[in-house]
């Protein structure tokens, strides 16, 4: 069960709890100075109802998270989707009063007593209901006047939703939507392929640096880095580690001060195995390359001068700078004909492979079979396995907008797409490899199902329509007031 679905599930036990703590009698636990968080008709909507609820919003929307949602965003979200649902159930069980639709303590003690999650061997378990009513935040009282708002609120959607009706053409194709499935057929025109095929003479280039400086320049600025020489050092070292490792570096770099040659000393003595026989060579780096302590050394050493010790996670160091390069940057002119070149093979790349992929489309309309249209052009062709309407995109192709759509309209009729798809890398022209529907036996056997979903989605958007104008109405006289969360009784 997904998490929307536990959250609906706890929310029903919690509601059936309601009725138990209101018909037998547990001790009023609810806070009567809680400030509210809004105020509905003059019915005040408590903070403790609203803590309630959205600790069930925080569970239910957790998933966010996972998603790049940061915790702010997350906070805010789960408050506004709480306070908006309390706003509904309030207004909405405040109108099946006033219609006349009460919902009966019996009808309370039935409902909470047959709740499955309530029962050890298919009996009302008494002890296990107590048990579950305890670890609630909300008194009994509150917890049964919740559960009342939401039998009044199926009863209201009951009636506001009655005239819904959904014909047996709608079910059907509800049915032959969700249980088609496709095969497309597809052809490639990549644009990588084709920006290898562009022909783009050294003439080319120097008319558009010409022609367009400030546009290669525009490139240039952008990939700046690829252009840039960061400072760097060419540095050796000897690594020495153990319990005397300050003392060892100590000697040794008396040893270097003696004449000694560095190389040597390091072959000699080095814990560093991977350069002990190049004599400690780390060759050229840039600052970051090595752990801080060293850095800060290596950058700032006189070349032909060790340093003393050098204390990191893996020991102690001597270091013997050899030659620094100072920081550089390549100029635009050395680079501006490399740069159009690219932009030039880009764009005639990208242009010939959408050419040759609306070539496609048009010969296939003319007739022409599909994958020998395909073939004279050098395009390759792929095909996709089934897939229906419900999967998030179609298989190999899920950053092609639109296609998913554009399959299920494709039939005998009209087999191929008369249009191009693309995604970054490439262009693709689609065809219709194999349509399979259900059977009529299968919609026969889908119809009440189907009809019953389709009843619910359909009733829920009419009482969701209802309310979004009842509470533009309630807005508009005055009647609805909502108080800061984060201090309490503090209006906006």
Do not use: C
């Amino acid at each position: 069960m997904g998490r929307i679905g536990i959250w609906l599930r706890n929310l029903a036990i919690i509601a059936v709890l309601a009725t138990f703590a209101f018909l037998f009698g547990q001790p009023q636990g609810s806070d009567p100075a809680s400030a509210p968080v809004a105020e509905v008709n003059s019915e005040t909507i408590p903070r403790d109802v609203y803590e309630f609820f959205r600790e069930q919003n925080q569970q239910a929307f957790g998933q966010f998270e996972q998603q790049g949602v940061t915790a702010e965003q997350l906070s805010n979200i789960v408050d506004q989707q709480t306070r908006s649902s309390l706003l509904r159930r309030y207004v909405i069980s405040q109108e099946a009063e006033s219609l006349g639709l009460e919902v009966s303590d019996e009808s309370l003690k039935s409902e909470f007593q047959a709740t499955p999650a309530l029962q050890r061997d298919g009996r009302f378990d008494r002890e296990l209901a107590e048990r579950l009513i305890s670890r609630t935040g909300l008194g009994p009282r509150e917890y049964a006047a919740q559960h009342r708002r939401d039998l009044l609120q199926r009863n209201f959607t009951r009636l506001v939703a009655a005239p819904v009706r959904i014909s047996d053409a709608a079910v059907r194709d509800e049915i032959l939507r969700e249980q088609t499935r496709v095969s497309l057929r597809y052809a490639t025109a990549s644009k990588a392929a084709f920006r290898e095929r562009a022909s783009i003479g050294p003439d080319d280039a120097k008319a558009l640096v010409a022609s367009s400086p400030d546009r290669v320049r525009a490139v240039y600025q952008v990939r700046s880095a690829e252009f840039s020489k960061p400072e760097q050092v060419h540095a050796r070292h000897i690594l020495f580690s153990g319990d005397d490792a300050e003392a060892l570096a100590i000697s040794t770099r008396g040893r270097l001060d003696a004449g000694e040659s560095f190389a040597d000393l390091a072959r000699e003595l080095s814990a560093d195995a991977a350069t002990r026989k190049d004599g400690g060579d780390l060759g050229r780096f840039p600052r970051g390359r090595m752990m801080a302590a060293f850095d800060e050394v290596a950058f700032g050493l006189e070349p032909g001068k060790p340093s003393g010790p050098v204390k990191t996670d893996r020991g102690v160091h001597l270091i013997l700078v050899e030659g620094r390069e100072p920081a550089s940057q390549t100029p635009f002119e050395e680079v501006a004909e490399l740069l159009a070149l690219e932009i030039l093979r880009e764009e005639r790349g990208d242009e010939a492979a959408r050419s040759a992929a609306n070539t496609l489309v048009a010969e296939v309309a003319a007739g022409k079979p599909f994958v020998a249209a395909a073939d004279a052009l050098g395009l390759p062709v792929a095909v996709t396995p089934p897939f229906g309407i419900r999967e998030a995109s179609v298989p190999g192709l899920a950053a092609v907008a639109d296609l998913r759509q554009e399959a299920f309209a494709l039939g005998a009729e009209r087999p191929n797409a008369d249009r191009v798809f693309s995604d970054a890398e490439s262009f693709y022209v689609v065809s219709l490899l194999s349509r399979e529907e259900p059977d009529a036996a299968k919609i026969e056997a889908e119809v009440g199902a189907t009809r019953d979903r389709l009843l619910q989605r359909e009733r829920a958007l009419t009482t969701a329509l209802w309310f979004t104008e009842r509470l533009e109405e309630l807005e508009a006289e005055g009647k609805v007031s909502q108080f800061q969360l984060a201090a309490p009784g503090s209006r906006f």
